[in-house]
C-alpha cells in the first residue's frame, strides 16, 4: 500500500493511501510504502482515539498563566508500536513515515479476519483506509499488480483534482477601495479533498504601491502562513 503521493513539478501533495482499499487473508502482511515521506503514518485504532499529534513537553515547567505551552511531537504519534500484529484488540501505529528506517520496511502482520478501518493521525480529515482480512487460504478478489494498478488510477484522478484547483486560482481576484487602491485576494494552497496544492496562487502578481493582499487559506486543515524575504 503507498503512504501518498507527491507530483513535485506541480507541487501537488496526494493525502490518501493507494489503493484506499485492500482485501488480504488473516496472516498476510501489508508494506506500507511511502515514496516520498510526507509525515504520514498508519493508525489501527478500532475506532479508539488516537494519540495526539502534539503535547506539552514534559520536561519543562507548566507555563505561566496566560502563557502557552511548548509544543512537542507525540512520542506515541511518532514512533512505532511495539507490536505490528493487528488482532481487532491492540492499537497498531507504524509510526511517522519521515522517521522509517530506510532499511527497514514498515510491514504490518494481519492475524485476525476482520475489517480494519485506519487512517493518518495528522490528515485524518481525508486520509483514511480500509483493510479487509479473509478466512486464511481464501479466494484473493485482487493479485498485487491489480491492487498496484488500481493505486494509479486513484492517483491520476487526483492528480486532475489537483489540476482544476490550481486552475481555480490561478488568478488573484481584486476589488477597488474607497481610498482608490486595490485589495486583491490570493489563495494560500489550495483543494479540500485529498489533492492537496502546496504552493501560493497565484504564482505571480504584479499590484500597485497604496495596494494591499489578503491571502485566503483554501486548503483546509494546512499549516500555510506567508512570509517575506529578501
Known amino acids: 500500500v503507498q503512504v501518498g503521493g507527491m507530483d513535485m513539478g506541480n507541487e501537488l501533495d496526494f493525502q490518501g493511501f493507494f489503493p484506499g ?17 510526507g509525515l504520514h503514518n498508519a493508525w489501527f485504532g478500532y475506532d479508539g482515539e488516537a494519540p495526539a499529534l502534539m ?5 519543562l515547567a507548566s507555563p505561566a498563566a496566560g502563557e ?3 509544543l512537542i511531537f507525540n512520542p506515541e504519534f511518532v514512533f512505532p508500536t511495539p507490536n505490528q500484529v493487528v488482532d481487532g484488540v491492540n492499537p497498531v501505529n507504524t509510526g511517522v513515515d519521515i522517521f522509517w528506517d530506510p532499511d527497514v520496511p514498515a510491514i504490518v502482520t494481519f492475524s485476525t479476519p476482520g475489517t480494519y478501518d485506519y487512517l493518518c493521525i ?7 483506509a480500509t483493510v479487509i482480512v479473509q478466512d486464511a487460504g481464501a479466494a484473493l478478489p485482487m493479485d498485487q499488480a491489480g491492487y498496484d494498478a488500481l493505486a494509479q488510477e486513484q492517483l491520476a484522478a487526483l492528480q486532475e483534482e489537483g489540476m482544476a ?3 481555480e486560482f490561478a488568478q488573484a481576484t481584486s476589488e477597488v477601495q474607497a481610498d482608490g487602491t486595490t485589495l486583491w485576494t490570493a489563495a494560500l494552497g489550495a483543494g479540500e479533498g485529498q489533492a492537496r496544492v502546496m504552493s501560493i496562487l ?5 499590484i500597485t504601491v497604496g495596494d494591499a493582499v489578503k491571502w485566503i487559506i483554501q486548503s483546509p486543515g494546512e499549516a ?3 512570509t517575506f524575504v529578501g
Open 21 to 37: 482499499e485492500i482485501t488480504i487473508n488473516a496472516g498476510d502482511q501489508i508494506w506500507f510504502d511511502s515514496p516520498m515521506p
Open 55 to 59: 503535547i506539552p513537553d514534559p520536561e
Open 68 to 70: 502557552p505551552p511548548v
Open 122 to 128: 495528522p490528515h485524518q480529515a481525508v486520509m483514511r
Open 165 to 167: 484547483a490550481i486552475a
Open 202 to 206: 497565484p504564482k505571480e502578481l504584479e
Open 224 to 226: 500555510h502562513n506567508v
